[in-house]
């Protein structure tokens, strides 16, 4: 993960701001190349695919080192998917995510059996059929004395643990660039900061 800053040019900066006439100046990396960067490989949707992170990829070097089989690439992975935390934006393990629970609610009991939002279910997913697509469930998240008000068949309660889960979950979908393209991808970065 130390080559992901490497790619990023440095400024001076006036980190206090005291002094106008006579500022003290420090190097720092500039982060604001970032969104630039972001938008010349997601603009080009040809150069990357979907991808599912399994449970045994624990960390985004791993998963830079699998694919293109060198860890300079992770930030690559930051970059199209928009993560700014890697360790919580990245899926957690399973005994890691217990853990996590455990941590933040006590036990996966309590998290189980608090509530964390009630929700209307405003439309019920459809399978596939042989003439037609999957449609999604679709909900919105409601105060108690809406969700009491709704029926039976169209509310839901959502535990913390279920959340939780869901959210851990939805950070496996990510979108990585082609392994024929990633060394271009990082020659036209490094050719952004000049």
Not at 148 to 171: A, C, H, P, T, W
Request: no cysteine; glycine share 4%; proline share 5%.
């Amino acid at each position: 993960m130390s080559e992901y800053f490497s790619n990023f040019p440095r400024i001076r900066y006036d980190i206090n701001g005291t002094n106008s006439t006579s500022p003290e100046f420090s190097t720092a990396v500039n982060l604001l190349i970032r969104q630039k960067i972001r938008d010349a490989v997601v603009d080009d949707i040809s150069i990357y695919y979907p991808y599912v992170i399994p449970d045994s990829v624990t960390r985004p070097d791993i998963l830079s080192y699998q694919i293109y089989g060198d860890v300079k690439f992770t930030w690559s992975i930051f970059l199209v998917n928009q993560i700014f935390d890697p360790y919580w934006q990245w899926p957690l393990d399973t005994k890691t995510f217990e853990k996590f629970i455990n941590e933040k609610y006590g036990s996966i009991g309590t998290a189980k059996s608090t509530v964390h939002h009630y929700e209307y279910i405003w439309q019920h997913r459809v399978e596939v059929t042989g003439t037609s697509d999957p449609v999604v469930e679709r909900t919105v998240e409601v105060d108690y004395d809406t969700y009491l008000s709704v029926g039976e068949d169209n509310r839901r309660i959502k535990y913390m643990f279920e959340y939780e889960q869901d959210r851990n979950e939805g950070y496996r979908s990510i979108n990585l660039v082609q392994p024929t393209y990633i060394s271009g991808v990082l020659d036209e970065a490094r050719g952004l900061f000049r």
